[in-house]
């Protein structure tokens, strides 16, 4: 039987661009599997919030809250996993335990992005004067120099113990940089042993891919499609997009759900009023798999 790992690179190899299940949590996870979603997608924004009850913006999880969250989603799936692992951590040594504590928890893929978390804080902290070259950014000042990303890529690579390990550079490039500026830093992440460029928005749709053709043969990851490009599926393919990204729609429903629940029966509502809305003891066991530890 193949690992996750060797699942994910057979599935990067194919003539396919994948979608990714937008999973938070371990029940997300178990549920995604059940429907036989091959990929799933653990955001750190949803994550920090749906297991830490926490913000993104806010600098008040660390590694380890991530590592364990990770844990318990490998302990119920058996899913192809790629983890948002923000920015790795302030300098490559911490960059390094990421890749390491990460990667014992058996996801396939980790991305490491050119924009300091969290930007937010970091913003109010800083100041523009602190941006990164004037020349370089001048609109976002949270965009991670290069020549420390790439020092940054790199020790994400050299950390990996299992070459399978996937390192996925994820750049904010083309939504804030000039496209001469984004290609430099795409041609240059490239190179740095990374396996995969990942893309929260393509600003210009068709146009951005095809630039960054010019620079990279790496397999493209993409979040926010423009919807002319999303039923394309020929030309994504033949461009090397393998994973599309499709937000976190199930987190805010969930979310939603929660609270009218909770809503009405603080309301003094019957809770058989909801029933309809509520899953069947069928799928609850299915989810909770109580049928594999009765037979255990």
Known sequence: MMSPRERFRQLLASEACNLAAPIFDPLSARIAELQGWEVAKLSGSVAKFANLAIPDGIALSNISDLVDVCWRIQRVANLCLIVDADDGGQHTIAVARTVRELEATGVCAIE???VRVPTQLASKQKGAE??????ESHRYPDLIPLAEQVNKLQAAVAARRDP???IIARTRALEHLSLEQA???IAAYHHSGAEALMFPELPNGRSDIEAIRTVSTLPIFVLRMPTELIKETEYLIAQ????R????SP???AVQ???DGLANLKAGGDPVELKSRQASTQLLREVDRSAEFEQM
């Open 257 to 259: 759900a929660i609270y």
């Open 245 to 248: 990204y499709l937000g976190q």
């Open 130 to 135: 602190q941006a990164p070259a004037a020349s």
């Open 251 to 253: 987190y805010t429903m």
């Open 183 to 185: 290609l430099s830093r």
């Open 164 to 166: 399978l390990t996937m």
């Open 112 to 114: 490491i992005e050119d």
């Open 240 to 243: 090397g997009v393998r994973i």
